[in-house]
């Protein structure tokens, strides 16, 4: 007889993913093996991803009682300490003395000392014995948002420079919201109202999205990818960010579209739902083509793939309209994969821009006369966005841009997100 699978135990569970996550891994990707339908699995989903949300404020918090900085801690002792203070602060539901308890006995493992040292930092920030000194927003306005609102300082810095001060709290705000998911229509299969219908009677209220037709908010998303709407592919993850940027891409029947960085394929599978389009869907990356592969599945939509690096293409004057949907520093997706905010450095703004460009131009010679070029990120930094265009129609002057657009994140979920559609003569 096949035995049972052992009992989840979420705060443990938690403190594992945030050292893989630590270590470069995705947190979506590692939460996705735990089926929401289970309060265990979405309490960890919970701990794990509101850990990543505030860990600058959490370190700051736990600086003040901690005698080595949070940073010189061991990572599955700084990964314990944060997801305990994450609970102990924001969650309400457990009482503190039950999460200080549980912390303690998970750092038994790494001795007497250090379970002794959990316990006095937890229980005194549970018992709020010492004063969390923050700057006020007037003396030092980076470093107080930095900690209010659990972004790196370099970050906000960039931001207050660019927008102002209260331009940056609403971008710091709309970051730490979790958004409901966005789904978009899979015209080939079904309608808007036919499908607004059928998840409403499974309890899924789903609201259009204002000014995007096609795209639906689910507000009770609690099982909603084991309906049945969505095993028959009658609808795909896709943000509205996403969505606005995708409509760059003006297809007529007939026409044909190369993806040069496709994959998980939100851009493919659109412009392949319309009638008489023909896609075919390039990226480097295998694991990720089987990703893609699996949703055109689903789907129902024939794409071809191809395993290509989009720097080095094999096209020449081939096809109506190129969509490069560059990698990018992702910035602008931060309320739906929080940990990018500490794996990036400023750094990687300047190495994905040159990345970025070597992709146009190697893109830009697939495209047919009088075809589209469309350039899209999801970042928020001109250095990836519009510097890389300027830069690009500089030494193309057979390109021109026609109309170009730039989403900031917003609390209704909306990620930022930038596009631009250039035509060659």
């Not at 912390?103 to 229980?123: D, E, I």
């Not at 899979?186 to 259009?208: C, F, I, K, M, Y």
Request: proline fraction near 6%; glycine fraction near 8%; hydrophobic fraction near 40%.
């Amino acid at each position: 007889m096949a035995g049972h699978a052992p009992k989840l135990r979420p705060r443990e569970e938690a403190v594992r993913i945030l050292g893989l996550v630590d270590e470069g891994a995705h947190a979506d990707a590692l939460l996705a093996s735990h089926t929401t339908q289970d309060p265990d699995a979405r309490l960890l989903r919970e701990i794990v991803l509101g850990t990543l949300t505030w860990r600058g404020r959490l370190d700051h918090h736990l600086d003040t009682y901690l005698k080595r900085p949070i940073d010189r801690q061991k990572r599955p002792v700084r990964d314990l300490l944060r997801s305990g203070a994450y609970q102990i602060l924001f969650l309400d539901r457990v009482p503190a003395y039950a999460i200080v308890s549980e912390c303690v006995s998970l750092a038994r493992r790494h001795g007497k000392g250090v379970s002794g040292m959990v316990n006095a930092v937890l229980r005194g920030l549970a018992e709020g014995r010492r004063e969390v000194v923050i700057p006020s927003i007037d003396s030092d306005p980076v470093k107080h948002l930095a900690i209010e609102h659990a972004h790196p300082a370099w970050l906000v810095k960039r931001w207050v420079e660019r927008f102002g001060i209260e331009p940056t709290q609403d971008l710091c705000r709309a970051a730490n919201v979790k958004p409901p998911p966005t789904i978009r229509v899979n015209e080939r299969r079904t309608d808007q109202d036919s499908l607004r219908t059928e998840l409403a009677d499974g309890g899924h209220e789903a609201v259009p999205v204002e000014g995007l037709p096609g795209y639906l908010t689910v507000g009770a998303p609690r099982g909603l990818f084991d309906t049945d709407s969505f095993h028959r592919g009658d609808f795909t993850v896709q943000g509205p960010g996403a969505g606005r940027v995708s409509r760059l891409l003006k297809t007529a029947e007939g026409d044909t579209v190369l993806d040069v960085c496709a994959a998980p394929g939100g851009k493919s599978t659109a412009a392949a739902a319309k009638p008489g389009v023909r896609v075919v869907a390039a990226d480097v990356s295998l694991d990720r083509l089987r990703r893609l592969d699996q949703n055109r599945t689903r789907l129902g939509l024939d794409i071809p793939l191809l395993a290509a690096d989009a720097r080095l293409l094999p096209f020449r004057n081939t096809f109506d309209h190129v969509l490069v949907d560059a990698p990018c520093t992702g910035l602008g997706t931060l309320s739906r994969h929080p940990e990018i905010r500490w794996h990036r450095v400023q750094e990687d703004i300047a190495r994905m821009a040159r990345l970025q460009r070597d992709i146009l131009v190697s893109a830009s010679t697939a495209v047919s006369p009088g075809g589209s070029l469309v350039y899209t990120t999801c970042t928020t930094e001109p250095e990836e966005n519009e510097w890389v265009v300027e830069n690009f129609l500089e030494s193309h002057p057979e390109f021109a841009a026609e109309e170009s657009l730039y989403v900031l994140p917003d609390t209704d979920g909306t990620d930022g997100a930038f596009g631009v559609r250039l035509r060659r003569s």
